[in-house]
């Protein structure tokens, strides 16, 4: 913020301005590709190399400002698909300590009404929903699970899966168009 008063001295004046320049932000990473996502809700500049920059001393900065949007509504979104799908369609697993709410097409990418909407959504264990979530894999309009060319055959054997695998108890149904999304704009065929 402080960078941004260097050029509108006036922004403080108003009570809402944090606010604003978060929703500039915000509208900003969600409409472009130059961000990246780190981590639920953060996201960093796609080619930015922070070993590339030249500090001297007196400019080490050991903590960085991170901008979180809150989710409103993710807790509702989680516990609807909690109550319709019950278990991780992958593993079977169903201790709802440990599943996550994974959207199909992402939050970020999403309207309102999709965020919403459980038949944008799938409940994963955790190794799943990452793997779902960075585009590593994705699903056929046949259950079949889809596995990017980039993750190691290695790594697949280890979570025992293989690429064509069908996944009998993944929810298909009202899903296909966020499928669909995810399988061209998420997934790193």
Not at 46 to 64: A, G, H, Q, R, W
Not at 82 to 108: E, F, N, Q, V, Y
Not at 155 to 181: T, V, W
Request: aromatic content about 12%; proline content about 3%; charged content about 30%.
């Amino acid at each position: 913020y402080n960078e941004i008063e260097k050029y509108y001295p006036e922004a403080k004046l108003s009570k809402e301005w944090s606010a604003g320049i978060r929703g500039v932000l915000y509208r900003e990473i969600k409409n472009h590709r130059n961000f990246k996502k780190v981590t639920d809700g953060t996201f960093a500049f796609e080619n930015y190399d922070e070993n590339k920059l030249v500090l001297s001393p007196k400019d080490f900065i050991t903590t960085k400002d991170v901008i979180t949007a809150i989710r409103i509504g993710q807790n509702k979104f989680r516990n609807k698909l909690i109550l319709s799908l019950k278990k991780c369609p992958i593993t079977g697993i169903d201790d709802t300590r440990i599943l996550t709410a994974s959207h199909i097409k992402p939050w970020t990418m999403s309207n309102n009404t999709e965020r919403l909407d459980i038949h944008n959504g799938f409940l994963f264990s955790p190794t799943f929903d990452r793997l779902f979530d960075r585009g590593i894999i994705s699903f056929s309009e046949n259950k079949e699970l889809m596995v990017s060319k980039s993750f190691s055959s290695y790594n697949l054997k280890h979570l025992n899966l293989y690429d064509n695998q069908l996944i009998d108890d993944l929810p298909i149904a009202g899903r296909e168009e966020y499928l669909n999304y995810h399988r061209t704009k998420i997934f790193l065929h």
